[in-house]
């Protein structure tokens, strides 16, 4: 029974455990989160596989295009291929009631007027074409030979419009992994900020105990004891903001990553203060060949191009082959008897282009949008190379900065530890104390902010360089 009672207790303890563990995430992990969940990702993905079909819709204009019509039509009266009164050209006519030019005067006569007539009425009632329904199937087949580099530059066009889309998600993608470490280091920063808000607390606190008791011993004064009570008031409510800060921090990440807001999550800090090494000299051709910016440009540079061919397509001639089979009913090889039959027909069209004087103008502006490309590539480029090297000398500043910090804080941990042990001894006062504790939390604060700088620095460095990982 006791051992039943264990089970079920270590049971619930797991369970409950459970519901209330934090969950560890390294900056790799938030990252892939943040990758699986957002949307502009989603949007990045449906448009670059748009463009790609756009680029096969392009290649299949290479190839003959087939196509197949049908068309049915009722008549309501047959067809007739001659008048029922035929003129000749003598002014007379000819009729199913005979000759008008042959007045007969005896019953042999009036019997030759009834044969011609009858005749006549035979001839016109067989060159009858039944077209009360009148059916028809056509199958055809065009392939372009010549249209003046329609077909290829568009071809082109839609391969440099699919390459854009997949630089743009590349672009949007190194973006979002920028706003998630810029939250992880932000979230570490105010963590870090709530640990020595604590600690700096504790610190105090000792101190008001010790000076309380001083007091009582009557080696300290009331106002030794109200000047340590403000400065701890102080740090704890440094401390409660501290708190609220890593809170909405938290959820900030939690959002990028697609985690619910309420989350309890904490962080691998590894790397955090760590410095960083020098950099060797920018490479400024492999930083432009990095850069989402420059290969957008080379790829409008690449439609401009094919924009200026396409536009020149329309002042060349332009040659299409095509064929044709045709079936009717009734059938038209064949006395239009009502049955299907049908033949073959093949052609080429050629049009030549002479007086188009829109299509010229638009083929010089095109070239006019192409050279301005190129103009903006060699703007960007050199945007992008004084950038690169001011992010490099912010990274060694920073990384200065925190070996400076780091240096700091040996020296402030050095005079609180003096200070301490002055007091213990009576040869310093509470304020002298509280003055080195002061010093000691701006070290560690300085040091977690120059810390956080380099790597907003080196973030910001990797960036511009187009090295995001």
């Given at each position: 029974m006791n051992m039943k009672r264990t089970y079920?207790?270590?049971?619930?303890?797991?369970?409950?455990?459970?519901?209330?563990?934090?969950?560890?995430?390294?900056?790799?992990?938030?990252?892939?989160?943040?990758?699986?969940?957002?949307?502009?990702?989603?949007?990045?993905?449906?448009?670059?596989?748009?463009?790609?079909?756009?680029?096969?819709?392009?290649?299949?204009?290479?190839?003959?295009?087939?196509?197949?019509?049908?068309?049915?039509?009722?008549?309501?009266?047959?067809?007739?291929?001659?008048?029922?009164?035929?003129?000749?050209?003598?002014?007379?006519?000819?009729?199913?009631?005979?000759?008008?030019?042959?007045?007969?005067?005896?019953?042999?006569?009036?019997?030759?007027?009834?044969?011609?007539?009858?005749?006549?009425?035979?001839?016109?009632?067989?060159?009858?074409?039944?077209?009360?329904?009148?059916?028809?199937?056509?199958?055809?087949?065009?392939?372009?030979?010549?249209?003046?580099?329609?077909?290829?530059?568009?071809?082109?066009?839609?391969?440099?419009?699919?390459?854009?889309?997949?630089?743009?998600?590349?672009?949007?993608?190194?973006?979002?992994?920028?706003?998630?470490?810029?939250?992880?280091?932000?979230?570490?920063?105010?963590?870090?900020?709530?640990?020595?808000?604590?600690?700096?607390?504790?610190?105090?606190?000792?101190?008001?105990?010790?000076?309380?008791?001083?007091?009582?011993?009557?080696?300290?004064?009331?106002?030794?004891?109200?000047?340590?009570?403000?400065?701890?008031?102080?740090?704890e409510s440094s401390l409660s903001k501290a708190q609220d800060g890593l809170v909405l921090s938290k959820m900030a990440l939690c959002q990028l990553i697609g985690l619910p807001l309420e989350e309890d999550i904490i962080l691998d800090d590894t790397g955090l203060d760590d410095a960083v090494l020098e950099n060797d000299e920018v490479q400024m051709d492999e930083i432009l060949a990095n850069r989402e910016e420059i290969q957008m440009l080379r790829e409008a540079k690449n439609m401009a191009k094919a924009g200026v061919g396409l536009a020149s397509s329309f002042l060349q001639p332009n040659i299409i082959a095509g064929a044709n089979y045709i079936a009717t009913n009734p059938n038209v090889r064949d006395g239009f008897k009502n049955q299907f039959d049908g033949f073959f027909s093949f052609g080429v069209v050629m049009n030549v282009p002479i007086a188009h004087p829109n299509d010229i103008l638009n083929y010089k502006a095109a070239k006019h949008k192409a050279k301005t490309v190129d103009l903006q590539m060699e703007e960007a480029s050199e945007k992008i190379q004084l950038q690169a090297t001011q992010d490099k000398h912010r990274v060694i500043e920073a990384n200065n900065s925190l070996l400076r910090a780091k240096a700091n804080i040996k020296s402030a941990e050095e005079n609180l530890r003096f200070a301490q042990a002055a007091y213990e001894e009576g040869v310093a006062t509470a304020t002298d104390v509280m003055m080195a504790q002061t010093a000691w939390e701006n070290a560690y604060s300085d040091k977690i902010d120059a810390a956080v700088a380099l790597r907003m620095a080196e973030l910001t460095f990797r960036q511009h360089t187009g090295t995001m990982k």
């Open positions: 079920l207790f270590l049971l619930t303890c797991l369970c409950c455990s459970g519901l209330t563990a934090q969950r560890l995430l390294t900056l790799s992990e938030c990252r892939s989160l943040a990758q699986q969940d957002n949307k502009q990702s989603q949007i990045d993905r449906e448009n670059i596989e748009a463009a790609t079909l756009m680029r096969k819709a392009a290649i299949a204009n290479f190839f003959p295009k087939i196509s197949a019509n049908g068309a049915y039509m009722y008549n309501t009266t047959n067809a007739h291929i001659l008048p029922s009164v035929l003129e000749l050209s003598n002014g007379q006519t000819l009729s199913a009631s005979g000759y008008s030019g042959f007045t007969p005067s005896t019953t042999i006569g009036q019997d030759i007027q009834g044969a011609i007539g009858g005749i006549y009425d035979e001839v016109y009632k067989h060159l009858t074409l039944d077209v009360h329904n009148i059916f028809a199937v056509q199958v055809g087949l065009v392939q372009p030979i010549y249209v003046g580099g329609k077909v290829i530059n568009s071809y082109k066009l839609m391969k440099s419009y699919e390459n854009l889309e997949k630089i743009k998600g590349q672009k949007n993608n190194a973006q979002l992994m920028v706003d998630v470490e810029e939250a992880y280091w932000r979230v570490l920063s105010v963590n870090e900020k709530c640990n020595l808000a604590n600690q700096y607390a504790k610190l105090l606190r000792t101190l008001l105990k010790n000076v309380e008791a001083a007091y009582e011993e009557g080696v300290a004064t009331q106002a030794d004891i109200l000047k340590v009570r403000v400065k701890l008031n102080e740090a």
